[in-house]
């Protein structure tokens, strides 16, 4: 950012010369940042004594991003008001009431000092072995155990899932009440509980280049900063009496994991967030962070957890010379699926993967993963165009996406009238249990394509978005992208499907690298 910035007039606010009109992409919403960013003093954004610009700054974006390619009914949930809020918060007390009841031995009561703390984004749960795991934080809290170290692990949603490995602490209902109280408090607050600079320049300049501002009305803003800092005072009262010596997070870029990342910082606690899918030039909560004022910025991680070099050095690029900076740790999760596992569950899911690919035969296997919240236009009318197609002379095995599962039925009938596929196996097990036996993978956007890239399947990337997400990736020439029709598509799939695997991604073991976290962070068993 600029020490001094100019303020221009709405008519002069262009991204690269030219007015943003239809879907944007994420290349032209990443750049609209960066010229708000050196334009105007949103590092000076504060509300509650919050810089609140990293969290304003995020939800800009995927919300420009939903505008042009969610469903209306994703678009919907996503402006949920007071009332509706409220509503789902009491059923969701309800839930887990009912989820303490089913299965108390996987309610963490603890109050005793731990050396660990990890908050799960509340999805990134598979079924294995009979039991729900946690697929970033449950291999580091395997491996902390084995050093010695002790963990809590917090779970987020009105989604509980028993039984799971791991007791946890489950967190939803407190911060529903700590997120309308801070809703409630913003609109008593005083004037003065805001300070937002040129906030409405910035709201002319980005509307004249074509772009939404909902999310930079000052009103949002307000009741955003306020639930961070609210939601922060409750994490903060559970950390000072768990005292860890450091924290994780899966998906830090909300209000709750930001509050989370918050309290963290208050208590002097490191905190660090675990890659749990695509990240890369086009992701605004990991590439291209203008310089903090100070050492940090308050809101973002002081590390990241990332599973290769790739996406260290999107994070390298801006994070020199600041107090944050990338870990190269692996995908913890694939620890699970080397050779010589013995996590419960691994070989049995091995086994129906199997007897999934026998059912297939000498037919070629193509594993389509589907994304949440896409409209059926942007998604599902191409995969439905390939089943019509091929859907006798190709496996198609379809993967939906953890936040999705509710839609299984209204997936299963929409792609079941195309032709044949595979849903509910590949959909219940674990993706590492497929990727053995997958020819090649079709995707609109998925992190998938680099858990493929791991096991050497090839993958197919069928919108524009989607090779932007993957941009770095797609160097290799692993990667293809195909947006043409059904008949491109299919000619790309049997051609990558004849041309064999070749792994192209290598990662460390999460257990040396966890060791390599911990003696470089100075915590000792």
């Known amino acids: 950012m600029m020490d001094d910035p100019v303020y221009e007039s709405p008519a002069a606010a262009t991204v690269v010369g030219t007015v943003v009109s239809g879907p944007p992409r994420s290349s032209d919403l990443m750049r609209a940042l960066a010229e708000v960013e050196s334009r105007f003093p949103t590092h000076e954004w504060r509300v509650a004594g919050v810089a609140v610009w990293p969290l304003v700054r995020l939800r800009w974006f995927f919300r420009e991003w939903a505008a042009g390619y969610a469903s ?9 008001g007071a009332a509706r809020y409220a509503k789902q918060a009491l059923a969701g007390a309800a839930a887990a009431a009912k989820a303490r009841w089913r299965d108390p031995r996987a309610i963490d009561w603890g109050r005793d000092r731990r050396d660990l703390v990890y908050l799960s984004d509340g999805l990134s749960f598979t079924k294995l072995g009979g039991r729900w795991v946690e697929r970033f934080c449950d291999p580091l809290i395997a491996a902390a155990k084995r050093a010695g170290l002790s963990s809590s692990l917090w779970t987020p949603l009105h989604l509980y899932h028993v039984p799971r490995y791991t007791p946890s602490r489950l967190l939803q209902c407190g911060i529903d009440r700590a997120s309308m109280a801070g809703a409630l408090h913003a609109r008593r607050a005083a004037a003065d509980s805001a300070s937002l600079p040129a906030q409405n320049e910035v709201v002319n300049w980005m509307a004249a280049a074509g772009f939404g501002v909902e999310s930079l009305r000052a009103a949002q803003i307000i009741s955003d900063g306020w639930r961070v800092r609210m939601v922060a005072n409750l994490h903060r009262r559970r950390l000072r009496r768990l005292r860890p010596r450091m924290a994780f997070i899966v ?7 930001m509050a989370f990342v918050l309290a963290c910082r208050e208590c002097g606690i490191p905190v660090m967030d675990i890659q749990h899918g695509v990240q890369g030039e086009m992701h605004p909560a990991y590439a291209a962070w203008p310089r903090p004022r100070g050492d940090r910025h308050e809101l973002l991680p002081d590390r990241f957890w990332v599973w290769s070099d790739w996406e260290a050095d ?16 692996g995908n913890p999760w694939s620890d699970l699926w080397r050779s010589d596992s013995r996590w419960q ?5 091995m086994a129906r993967a199997r007897a999934l690919k026998d059912k297939a035969g000498r037919r070629s296997v193509v594993l389509i993963t589907l994304q949440y919240g896409l409209s059926a236009s942007e998604q599902l009318e191409g995969v439905a165009g390939l089943l019509r197609s091929r859907g006798e002379k190709m496996a198609f095995w379809v993967r939906l996406h953890p936040a999705m599962l509710e839609r299984r039925e209204e997936i299963r009938s929409y792609l079941g009238s195309a032709g044949p596929c595979e849903l509910d196996e590949c959909s219940d097990l674990p993706l590492q249990a497929l990727l053995p036996h997958v020819d090649v993978h079709v995707t609109h956007s998925s992190s998938t394509v680099i858990d493929a890239a791991q096991f050497g399947v090839p993958s197919v990337i069928t919108t524009i978005y989607g090779a932007e997400v993957h941009g770095r990736i797609l160097s290799t020439g692993f990667v293809q992208v195909e947006t043409g029709g059904t008949p491109e598509l299919e000619a790309t799939l049997i051609r990558l499907a004849a041309g064999g695997r070749r792994p192209i991604i290598a990662a460390p073991p999460a257990d040396a690298a966890l060791a390599r976290l911990l003696a470089d ?5």
């Not at 209306?72 to 949920?80: F, L």
């Not at 569950?345 to 899911?349: K, L, M, S």
Request: charged residues 10%; glycine residues 16%.
């Open 72 to 80: 209306s009914a994703q678009q919907e949930a996503s402006a949920t």
């Open 251 to 257: 998906s830090f870029y909300s209000v709750e994991g």
């Open 314 to 329: 999107v994070i390298g690029s801006w994070s020199g010379g600041t107090g944050h900076s990338p870990f190269v740790g």
């Open 345 to 349: 569950g691994v070989t049995e899911a």
């Open 521 to 525: 962070a100075s915590i000792k068993a």
